[in-house]
């Protein structure tokens, strides 16, 4: 079992900036990628980035040049760097990991993220 505990969320001007982390605890031997997720009222939950342990990274084409996804392969946290933010980028942002070599895959308890002025 893994545990991911994120912290960061919060309530923000447009234009403002965040910074979102999300640290692994317990069976964290062979998470191979660790990420973000978002789900907005009324929508379905999906990918804002992702970054394996090599460094590479995914981003969803609606946070590219604004958002950046980085990994502390250490402390085993992910970390989402959120700059110039948008009322549409208002949701709850779910850490999430997967191990391939077990089949499976973790989320956290979610942040909110609130970007209104």
């Known amino acids: 079992q893994v545990q991911l505990v994120e912290s960061g969320g919060g309530l923000v001007q447009p234009g403002g900036s965040l910074r979102l982390s999300c640290t692994a605890s317990g069976s964290t031997v062979g998470i191979n990628t660790m990420g973000w997720y978002r789900q907005a009222p009324g929508k379905q939950r999906e990918l804002v980035a992702r970054?394996?342990?090599?460094?590479?990274?995914n981003y969803t084409n609606s946070v590219k040049g604004r958002f950046t996804v980085s990994i502390d392969n250490a402390k085993k946290t992910v970390y989402l760097q959120m700059n110039s933010l948008k009322p549409e980028d208002t949701a709850v942002y779910y850490c999430y990991c997967n191990r391939p070599l077990y089949y499976d895959g973790y989320w956290g308890q979610g942040t909110q993220v609130t970007v209104s002025s």
């Open positions: 970054i394996t342990n090599r460094g590479t990274t």
